[in-house]
């Protein structure tokens, strides 16, 4: 099992005229923690629907451990765990509800559903809200459970699209860690995330920007390549450069 | 398998969370049963009807304590001037005069031609329509009983007996047709929602997500829906005969099977309305505007067809309820069977193969 986690070549998605994804390319070895940079609408999101399966291309190929995202999207969907934006599980079912619902979806036994439950719930300090529906638990549990949700079936791959969004910093650091141990035990993790300080965290970062990847590395080196102290400023520095050639042209 | 079982038992929490499903699955076809059952009441009461009796005999004076002896007539409160008698409709003392013109009596004995007058209050389409048809429906009661057997009176053009709605009770015009129309509400209806909902609310892309195939979701989905839209078909058919009394004539085995197509046909309308729009006020919206309103229009549930301008009833043909609304009322009420329903059955196959075939398609295409 050497083959990459993510292997993408020349991925494109157009809607219409729009170039959402234009002409990506890209590897992640597995056991990575990529973080996958952009401003909003840069078409990181589309990206990751293409991945999971959401999306076909419109160009281009791509495979995610070795399965052909055009004609393996079922069994890619078996090994990968997925967790959108917008907290997406059912509001008004209970947590212990919702997993057990995914559980089955992921066509995992009445007895290993329990079991997962069970550990990921201690994991995650998810005990106490496992019997409230989702409706009534803050924003950072929400966050806690969907990840729970999205590792029932015990993923090779979690794709997290901006997973911390609105959460607060304690819990972003908790939420670290936690993808730190999950990438030790040999899980790849696909990040998008607007925080900087975040993306630092990660092994390597790629930036996105109008659908294409403008830089592509480990953080520290790309703040050295131009000259800054900090990912922000690298970050901010990079997309005006596009946008100035841009308009160049 | 599991994973149906487990999208069902899912949906039927969201339903059984929800006061609004809760609301238009249990209490709707009771509040709808009762109001059309009983305060849509399109019989007509006590109507004040004015009787001109120029005949002065025995027999005419039979006729009318024979009319006013029903409910359905009442003298007027003050006494009326029979010199203009259109007079005392403009001024409302009375909805209806009946003018029994001299040589009534004689035409009951000797069978020469004769003529009730009746005028009508027209402002009030129905009532005039139900005055009109009580009125005759009256006298010709009066004179078959009062004539010896086989012996015609040639004055009265319509042998009129009123079949399988002898008393023209509006309970059972309305509340077998009622069936059709909660049938076709759950499913259409609520299926739309269910299925926009989820995209809206961005669980459908999580969904998807998992190894679910998509006509798992779309069984799953519409398990729920079905059961309790047949469960909503009892609800009415057991009010329809208690509280009601009306009668079950024909095979419930038979209105099963009509029911299994009828409801097949509206939850995939249900399917493809909810494919193709976004968010579940549009949903709710199309659903109520292509299958609520032509459903109650253009069905003959409550006006009937063939009273339409040609076009509309062209345009009639493609609405399913109006199929079913006929297969209902002949089992319901006249007991009829597969030999003479075949047609309709013909029909509602036709329109759930095709707009299954059209909705697995769109949601194919559009949701997943």
């Known amino acids: 099992m050497t083959s990459p986690a993510v292997h993408i070549e020349n991925l494109s998605r157009h809607f219409g005229q729009f170039k959402a994804v ?15 940079l952009g401003a909003n609408g840069a078409g990181k999101t589309t990206a990751i629907r293409m991945l999971c399966g959401l999306l076909k291309p419109t160009s281009g ?78 924003i950072g549990w929400r966050q806690r459970l969907a990840l729970a949700v999205s590792l029932l079936h015990r993923p090779q791959l979690l794709f997290l699209d901006e997973p911390t969004s609105g959460v607060d910093p304690v819990y972003r650091r908790h939420f670290w860690k936690i993808l730190y141990e999950l990438a030790e035990e040999g899980v790849t993790i696909f990040v998008t995330t607007h925080y900087m300080d975040e993306a630092e965290y990660c092994g390597r970062i790629s930036v996105m920007h109008q659908g294409r990847i403008i830089e592509l590395g480990k953080p520290l080196v790309i703040i050295r390549k131009h000259g800054r102290t900090n990912l922000e400023e690298t970050f901010v520095e990079l997309i005006s450069n596009e946008d100035r050639i841009r308009a160049a042209n | 398998m599991q994973r149906i079982r487990f999208i069902a038992l899912k949906e039927f929490y969201h339903i059984m969370r929800d006061m609004r499903s809760l609301t238009i699955i249990f209490l709707m076809p009771i509040m709808m049963t009762f109001l059309f059952g009983y305060a849509i009441d399109m019989d007509v009461n006590e109507v004040i009807l004015a009787v001109a009796d120029l005949d002065r005999t025995a027999d005419s004076r039979d006729l009318v304590e024979n009319l006013y002896a029903s409910t359905y007539f009442t003298p007027p409160d003050e006494q009326v001037d029979f010199k203009d008698p259109e007079q005392i409709l403009r001024s ?40 009109q048809n009580y009125t005759t429906a009256a006298v010709n009661r009066y004179l078959i009983n009062k004539l010896p057997p086989r012996m015609t009176v040639p004055g009265v053009r319509v042998s009129y007996r009123l079949m399988y709605n002898p008393d023209l009770e509006s309970p059972r015009f309305f509340v077998p047709g009622l069936v059709a ?25 999580q969904l998807l997500t998992a190894p679910v195939k998509p006509v798992e979701i779309l069984i799953g989905k519409l398990m729920p829906y079905t059961l309790l839209a047949f469960l909503d078909g009892i609800i009415v058919l057991v009010f329809a005969r208690f509280v009601f009394s009306i009668p079950f004539a024909g095979s419930y085995l038979l209105l099963l ?26 949903a709710m919206m199309l659903a109520f505007v292509t299958t609520m309103l032509p459903s109650v229009m253009l069905t003959g549930f ?5 009273n339409m301008p040609v076009a509309l009833q062209v345009i009639t043909n493609i609405v399913p309820a109006k199929f079913f609304l006929v297969v209902i009322r002949g089992i319901m009420l006249k007991g009829a069977g597969l030999d003479v329903l075949a047609m309709q059955g013909v029909y509602l196959l036709i329109f759930m193969v095709i707009l299954m075939f059209i909705a697995a398609k769109t949601f194919r295409t559009k949701v997943v």
């Open chain 1, 22 to 36: 234009d002409n990506i390319s890209l590897t992640i070895e597995r056991g990575e923690i990529f973080g996958f």
């Open chain 2, 181 to 205: 129309i909660l049938l076709l509400m759950i499913s259409a209806l609520l299926t739309s929602i269910t299925i926009a909902r989820e995209r809206e609310t961005g669980t459908m892309e």
């Open chain 2, 302 to 306: 409550i006006f009937a067809i063939k």
């Open chain 2, 92 to 131: 409302s003392k009375a909805y209806a005069v009946l003018i029994i013109k001299p040589g009534f009596s004689e035409a009951m004995k000797g069978g020469e031609d004769y003529q009730l007058g009746l005028l009508v209050d027209g402002s009030d389409n129905n009532l005039a329509a139900a005055v």
């Open chain 1, 61 to 138: 190929t791509g495979r995610v451990a070795a399965l052909d995202i055009y004609k393996q999207s079922e069994q890619i969907k078996k090994i990968i765990g997925y967790m959108s934006q917008k907290f997406s599980l059912y509001t008004d079912l209970t947590g212990l509800e919702n997993m057990q619902f995914y559980g089955a979806a992921y066509g995992l036994s009445h007895r290993d559903v329990n079991d997962q439950i069970g550990r990921l719930s201690k994991r995650l300090s998810l005990e106490m809200l496992l019997d409230r529906r989702c409706s009534t638990l803050p």
């Open chain 2, 257 to 282: 099977g009509f029911g299994f197509l009828y409801v097949m046909t509206a939850l995939s309308i249900g399917i493809m309305i909810s494919s193709l729009v976004k968010t579940q006020q549009v």
